[in-house]
Structures are given as C-alpha cells and as structure tokens.
C-alpha cells in the first residue's frame, strides 16, 4: 500500500485551470506498456499504489493522473474536501496533454488508458476527442443515467453559477466517515482503510461528497460520451462488478468495439477488493 519502488510525483497544468497531480514508476526494462490510471471521484493516487506495483512488477510503466478537484491536485473552490468541477473538459485535456507532452510514449510499445468509475467517462472522452490508444479499460463504469434531465437541480446551479453549491447529502471529510468497505465499495477490511488512511495522513487528499456543479458536469461529460462514442476507435475490455448499472452495459454494446467481462459477487471498488475478485 506505498509508494512503488522509483514513484516520482509531478504536475500539469493547461488553459491556466487547477494544476493536476500525477505520478510515476517504471520497471528497470523496456515497458510491455504505458497504463494510465484515471481513479475514481475521490479517489488519490494513493488507491492505486498496490495496482501499479503489481502492474510494474510484470513489465508495464504506470502513471496515474488524479483529476481537477481531487487528491493532491489544485481546487476551483473552497472547502478543500468539496469537489468541484465546472466542467469534465480541463480533466480530458490534461489527459492529452499529459500523453503528448510529458509521457511521449514510443511507437513500439502499446499505450493503455485505464479509467475507474466516472474516471471512465474522462478516458472515453480523451479518445473521442483525439487521443491516440492501443485500449482502455473500463473498470465499474459510473456513467450519468439519461433520466436526468437537462432541468435538473444540478444543471440548472450550474446556469445560475452556483455550482459550488454542496449537494443536500454534504457533510465535511471526517476520521470517522465511512472508509470503502463500509461504504460498499469493497470486501477486504484493509484494502478498504487504504484510501482513509493517506487522507487521515495528509489532509490535502481529504474529499467528501460532490457539489452540484460537479454532479452537472459529471452528466454532460456522460452525454458527450454517448454521442460521440463511435469515435473510440480502440480496443475497450470493460469490468463489471456484481451490479452493473444498464446505463454502462448500453455503453458497452454502443461502443464500436468493446468487450466486457463479469466479477460475480464483487463490489465496485474492484482494485481494492479481495484477492479472489482482483485476480
């Protein structure tokens, strides 16, 4: 649960928005491939760290870019615990930036986005919108149901600029709040302490529940995706936990080509569950 052997911590920063943080490691001979990590709302790099070991450790070079709002990147609003985002699109255009720019990766080896939760709709995004990839991988797909509509309370703060507003379910980050096994995310007892423990560590890693501006743009960001999702030209395994919502299985069946596969009986947070579910 720490730091790969080599990780090294940097920031991107473009169109003058919240710089992001991300992180890297690689093994000591030349990479199988390049994994990106996008994690899941309030989720750090720091959820990740055994993922990316394991991943090291069998040849692949791992980053992980945290989003705008969240873990060790910059804010758009204050308390620090709230995330906020007036839009998902700084978020897609750090991810090309990040590739472009600082990764560079060599033709000769195989670049892989791999997007958990709403981080999927950020690496669906990245694609349709030009980034070149050999695959995505899509991990618990959190993608925002059509039902809510364009005059929903989230869209409509977001108009009105009150998108920082909290959600009426906001409370402060806390010790004692709820860590990932008792928020059903996982089985494991201490993978599910991981994520509260670095943020009872340092507190700028500490999230909370969402604001409406962030619920709004996480639904445009999903619309986007739908409408464009013919413009994946990649390779997209998608993994399931036990409940799937309908809204990722149609998104798996739209996508030009996209296979997904079952984990019966395993909760969402599927890179912190027990070794019987992650293997």
């Given at each position: ?21 991300y ?67 700084p ?17 000769t ?62 409370r ?60 994946v ?21 739209a ?25």
């Amino acid at each position: 649960f720490y730091p790969p052997e080599g990780w090294a911590w940097g920031f991107i920063e473009t169109g003058g928005k919240p710089a992001q943080r991300y992180g890297v490691a690689a093994g000591w001979r030349a990479p199988r491939a390049t994994v990106v990590i996008l994690p899941g709302y309030g989720e750090s790099a720091e959820a990740w760290f055994e993922t990316a070991s394991g991943l090291i450790r069998r040849g692949y070079t791992v980053w992980i870019l945290e989003r705008a709002g969240q873990g060790g990147s910059g804010r758009y609003t204050l308390p620090r615990d709230l995330g906020f985002v007036p839009s998902f699109d700084p978020d897609v255009a750090n991810v090309r930036a990040l590739v472009r720019v600082v990764i560079r990766p060599p033709e000769t080896s195989p670049l892989i986005l791999l997007g958990h939760a709403d981080g999927a709709v950020v690496a669906l995004r990245a694609v349709e919108t030009g980034l070149k990839v050999d695959g995505v991988i899509i991990s618990s797909p959190e993608v925002a149901s059509k039902a809510v509509s364009t005059d929903s309370a989230q869209a409509l703060a977001g108009r009105a600029g009150l998108g920082r507003l909290p959600s009426a379910d906001w409370r402060p980050w806390s010790r004692s709040s709820p860590d990932a096994r008792g928020s059903g995310l996982t089985h494991d007892p201490w993978r599910g302490r991981v994520q509260q423990a670095w943020q009872t560590a340092n507190p700028d890693l500490r999230m909370s529940s969402a604001s409406l501006g962030w619920r709004g743009a996480h639904q445009a960001a999903s619309r986007a995706v739908e409408v464009d999702v013919a413009a994946v030209k990649a390779d997209v395994l998608m993994l399931l936990p036990d409940k799937t919502t309908k809204e990722a299985l149609a998104l798996c069946k739209a996508l030009p080509d996209c296979r997904s596969v079952a984990v019966p009986g395993a909760l969402p947070a599927l890179h912190l569950e027990q070794d019987r579910f992650r293997q």
